[in-house]
């Protein structure tokens, strides 16, 4: 089942000097549940007007947006979402624990459901013994935790998020990940924008690339990796010593044969793949 259905997005607006300004230029594309979506992207290329337009925070120019079958602009729409924002900011005064008892009330969920998600999800963002003091004394990663938790809380179908590992150190961006495979594998929808290929090689299913407003390529992060070979790393050894070298793929079975002949012996023969950076770069240069 697709839980994110967008079609034909568009979005324009006027900028400086009054000249019209092209956002999103026809968006298609389609998640389904159990699926993690990276969409990537340099700065500038339309990943925040995009995720802003599926939580119907903007009103697109064109096109239809869908949540669970529901149009956005429909308020039911975000009831089975968790949103996190690019920079997202709390009422200070507040404590993380009563800050989510804060959300919990806005989502209809009962003081003790509250009371029990409330500390699951502050436990698993190690914020629980944070808990009590006010959110104006927290860090910046600990802000963006204290994100993560309140996008968990109320067990959402749906989960889109903007840049969810910005500003976390690399055990907490470590978590954010582990916590985006343990909703994979609940079966539930996950949404993240990035212009970090690393996260999105680590954990996603596909990957978007939207470009200067215009979404490039919609792929399979497995096939990426598997059709990226470029060549192979070929070790071999004789009684002269080890040699290592790069050969490529139209010549690796002639060079094999030749070694036999040689009487060397072949240690090792390894791929040598493009990443997924270099696989982005090249869209972006294409574009």
């Known amino acids: ?30 998640v389904g549940r159990g699926e993690v979506f990276g969409f990537l992207g340099p700065n500038g290329a339309g990943k925040s007007t995009t995720i802003k337009s599926l939580m119907g925070l903007i009103r697109p120019t064109a096109g239809t947006v869908r949540l669970n079958g529901i149009d956005v602009h429909d308020p039911a729409s975000r009831r089975s979402v968790g949103y996190l924002p690019e920079n997202p900011a709390f009422y200070e005064y507040l404590s993380a624990q009563e800050y989510l008892t804060f959300v919990g009330r806005a989502f209809g969920m009962v003081p003790q459901r509250v009371k029990e998600r409330g500390e699951q999800s502050l436990r698993r963002l190690d914020l629980w013994e944070a808990r009590s003091r006010p959110i104006r004394g927290y860090s910046k990663g600990m802000v963006q935790r204290l994100g993560v938790a309140q996008a968990l809380l109320h067990d959402p179908d749906i989960y889109i998020m903007d840049e969810p590992m910005s500003g976390l150190d690399p055990l907490g961006r470590a978590l954010v990940k582990e916590i985006i495979r343990e909703l994979r594998g609940e079966g539930k929808c996950v949404f993240f924008s990035t212009h970090i290929t690393a996260d999105v090689e680590a954990v996603c299913d596909r990957v978007g690339v939207i470009v200067n407003g215009a979404l490039r390529m919609v792929e399979r992060v497995d096939r990426i990796m598997a059709e990226g070979i470029t060549g192979y790393l070929l070790r071999s050894r004789s009684p002269a010593g080890e040699r290592e070298q790069i050969v490529t793929v139209d010549h690796l079975s002639d060079l094999l044969s030749r070694l036999k002949e040689e009487g060397q012996t072949v240690t090792l023969v390894e791929p040598v793949r493009k990443n997924l950076e270099q696989f982005f770069l090249d869209i972006v240069k294409g574009g």
């Open 1 to 30: 089942m697709k839980v994110i259905d967008i079609q034909g997005l568009k979005k324009s607006f006027t900028g400086k000097r009054m000249q019209r300004v092209e956002a999103l230029k026809g968006i298609d594309l389609q």
